[in-house]
């Protein structure tokens, strides 16, 4: 076994605490499952119908993907993005995956926000790259000028950011994004951007005014774009997701591809194209319920007075910690999950400074089962501060 992937490479804690939960349902035991970070809604019925009834679903298709789907991708992304820029790939994880193994070599010293996202530095880690992690200040703020000195002292290869982010809800605002391109292009460093939450923001009209990475001054061939149709479609079984590359590197990404996967799926990318081409505001009727859910249980968690909780303002996260108590969040979720019946996420797992901290997730579940998980965890830290 490689002694990278041993040591350095993280149990997913995803796995971990669902494997536990699993055992604890099968027997007869009712959990509030608000860990993974999945949505309640699917592809209309009359679109997979359709999909399965179309000729050659048993084939490959090309290594990039359909092409058809790589255009509507394109145009989803908007100008300068073109379409030959466009990899479909199986998810987003994948789609980092291929361009860390594109972009960097052995040793490469890469910047990533934090609290980041545990599969990035999982990745990154595996392919034997330091890790650089940002942390944000006591006000929860990113020094922006700070993050110069970093990339120029560690001489970063790049810069990975999630926005809104996985796991705190943090939306980078259109003008610090500017900020952190001008520090990539003053230095020739790349930006991975992963946009997979782009529509999940909650303060009307603000996703519209938050730019893809590719858009930002100067970001042309510095930018990569990761996205999925996961989350925004409810497609998270389909495993199908992009990848926006600078034309240059296509072909190396597409020797990576073919070598591993070959290509995603046929059905799941034919029923992407056709939400794209036929329906694809399907879902932002269901914001305003994400965004109802999300208040509410904010504001029965920030009333118990009991939790120092994470500004944030999109992606299906409350991202928290108990007032005034050392806890080790890794153990605390599986006492919570044994003794109150409810499945949440360690901090620790998303960056060194946020062993204390959890993940609650609000997309899967309605209002009623949300409100009696915050309940519950009011209880168990209520009894833990005693």
């Known amino acids: 076994m490689s002694e990278v992937i041993k040591n350095q490479v993280i149990i997913p804690p995803i796995d971990a605490i669902n494997k536990r939960r699993k055992e604890l349902e099968a027997t007869g035991i009712d959990i509030i499952n608000l860990g993974q970070g999945i949505v309640d809604f699917s592809p209309p019925e009359e679109i997979l119908q359709e ?30 993005c073109k379409t030959e820029e466009i ?26 926000f934090s609290p980041y996202y545990f599969n990035h530095q999982m990745v990154l880690s595996s392919l ?27 001489k970063l290869k790049a810069i990975v950011l999630v926005s809104p982010c996985n796991p ?27 946009e997979v939450y782009k529509d999940f923001v909650y303060e009307d009209g603000l996703a519209d005014k938050i730019p893809f990475a590719h858009t930002l001054e100067g970001m042309g061939d510095l930018a990569i774009n990761l996205g ?32 591993s996967v070959i290509c995603a799926c046929h059905f799941s990318q034919r029923v992407a194209l056709k939400i794209l081409q036929k329906n694809p505001k399907f879902t932002y009727d269901y914001l305003p319920i994400l965004k109802d ?24 996260f409350i991202w928290f910690r108990p007032k005034n ?14 003794k109150k019946h409810v499945c949440i996420v360690s901090g620790a797992a998303f960056g060194k400074a946020w062993k204390s901290w959890f993940r609650f997730s609000f997309g899967r579940c ?16 209520s009894e833990l501060d005693k």
């Open 51 to 80: 999909v399965a009834k179309e000729p050659g679903l048993f084939d490959y298709t090309p290594d990039p993907g359909l092409f058809s789907l790589r255009s509507e991708v394109a145009k989803r992304l908007g100008p300068p």
């Open 87 to 112: 990899v479909i790939t199986s998810g987003a994880n994948f789609a980092f995956l291929l361009a860390a193994t594109t972009l960097f070599n052995p040793g490469d010293a890469i910047g990533i």
């Open 128 to 154: 034997r790259l330091e890790c650089v992690e940002i942390e944000p200040n006591d006000s929860y703020e990113y020094d922006l000028d700070q993050l110069e000195k970093i990339t120029e002292e560690k």
């Open 168 to 194: 705190s809800g943090k939306v980078f605002g259109k003008a610090e994004l500017e900020k952190i391109a001008k520090v990539c292009v003053k230095n020739q460093i790349f930006l991975l951007m992963d």
């Open 228 to 259: 999925s149709f996961s989350k925004l479609y409810g497609m998270m079984g389909y495993r199908v997701g992009w990848l926006r590359m600078p034309l240059k590197f296509i072909d190396q990404v597409i020797k990576v591809q073919d070598m």
């Open 293 to 316: 859910r999300r208040e509410k249980v904010l504001d029965r968690l920030e009333k118990s007075g009991l939790f120092e909780i994470f500004p944030s303002g999109g992606a299906l």
């Open 325 to 338: 108590m050392d806890v080790s969040a890794d153990q605390e979720v599986f006492n919570i999950l044994e």
């Open 366 to 381: 309605n209002v009623d089962i949300l409100l009696e998980g915050a309940n519950r965890l009011i209880e168990y830290f």
